[in-house]
């Protein structure tokens, strides 16, 4: 008989000399032979960014090793997917998160690995390339290696990820949006940034880059799926981080206005429906977190989420400002563990409503949070 191992999938081709053909004859592994059990991959909101905590001895929760300056992935010990392994009852060497803050899903989560020169070119200056990537894949480093080479060599059971916020750009569009300008303090002149204007160029600019993560997500999907084909994929959903009322939300905020807040808000919804449509039409599974972290969130006390106050106050970095903290991460791990991704297999959601257009108008939710007054920045679409 012929033999070959292609992704683990174990292909007999044997001649029957009776029917004066070949068969052949495909088996699949058992649950026990996968390499590990777990396999956490993604962005910032997987790795764990905004833990700001210390330990008693003021030392962070953050991994050894990738909490440095141009290497620093940021994935904390408290993060959703350490809780998921405690949980699951899943043995540290089983279990593992090459997750990084600042990740994309082309090309670090599914790129080239051959030309990859690491998360951001961080490996620019490495003599030996081919000996980093090797102990990067044996180690577990993140940053180093295209996201999907780990499914590649370790085959396992579950995948979690988060995905496509950096590729649509969400921390240059706070980093815009929150920024101080002289019309914010001018209370005649809208001082609104051009993401939170309708029909601007950069508005516009937004939703193509959300319906264009549709398709480069499917690959990532179809590539875990080619890489792996046994692994159960889970797609998590991002959660809704500020609060879209009237108050003022001070320092903690930046600066966002009202409408710069509305706009946040249903980029996350509409980037969670794409996402959605996704798992539906590729068959794997999506947790929904989006309102996970209502009542904590900016703007409504923060104490889930590390805001611009503690950075300003010198307790966080500045890559940690606008994410969720470590009691957010305990309450995203709930909600996945109610979802009982693990065991489960019907956590596939329905179709939902998502197409890759213009999406729907927040005019009305708008008016509606106002009480019924509009403005020139009811005019908002996503």
Not at 273 to 291: C, G, P
């Amino acid at each position: 008989p012929e033999l070959s191992d292609d992704n683990r999938l174990l292909t007999i081709r044997a001649w029957s000399e009776a029917e004066q053909k070949a068969r052949k004859l495909t088996f699949t592994p058992d649950a026990d032979n996968y390499r590990l059990e777990y396999l956490a991959m993604g962005d910032s909101y997987s790795s764990g960014e905004g833990d700001a905590g210390r330990d008693k001895y003021g030392n962070t929760y953050y991994l050894p090793r990738i909490d440095k300056r141009g290497d620093d992935c940021h994935i904390s010990l408290r993060s959703y997917p350490f809780l998921l392994r405690e949980e699951w009852r899943i043995t540290t060497d089983r279990m593992k998160s090459v997750a990084c803050s600042g990740a994309r899903v082309i090309p670090d989560f599914s790129g080239i690995a051959s030309s990859y020169l690491g998360q951001s070119n961080r490996l620019n200056s490495e003599s030996n390339l081919s000996e980093t990537r090797r102990s990067a894949l044996d180690k577990f480093t993140p940053g180093h290696l295209p996201q999907l080479e780990f499914v590649k060599k370790y085959q396992p059971k579950v995948v979690t990820f988060t995905g496509g916020g950096n590729d649509i750009g969400f921390e240059s569009i706070l980093e815009y949006c929150a920024s101080p300008e002289f019309a914010d303090f001018v209370p005649w002149v809208n001082s609104d940034c051009q993401y939170a204007v309708a029909g601007s160029t950069l508005h516009k600019m937004l939703i193509r880059s959300i319906d264009t993560q549709y398709f480069y997500n499917k690959k990532l999907v179809d590539d875990i799926k080619s890489a792996s084909p046994q692994t159960k994929i889970v797609i998590i959903g991002y959660p809704q981080f500020i609060a879209a009322n009237l108050k003022n939300c001070s320092l903690n905020s930046g600066l966002l206005s009202f409408a710069e807040r509305v706009m946040l808000n249903t980029a996350v919804t509409y980037t969670n429906s794409m996402l959605k449509r996704l798992a539906y039409d590729t068959s794997v599974s999506y947790v929904d977190i989006e309102n996970t972290l209502a009542g904590g969130r900016i703007c409504e006390g923060s104490s889930l989420m590390t805001g611009v106050a503690s950075y300003a106050a010198n307790q966080a970095a500045r890559q940690e400002m606008f994410h969720p903290n470590a009691a957010a991460h305990a309450k995203i791990a709930k909600v996945i563990i109610d979802a009982d991704v693990y065991k489960s297999e019907d956590s596939i959601p329905n179709a939902g409503s998502y197409v890759p257009s213009l999406g729907e108008s927040v005019t009305r939710r708008i008016e509606m949070l106002r009480g019924g007054v509009t403005t020139r920045q009811a005019g908002l679409t996503l």
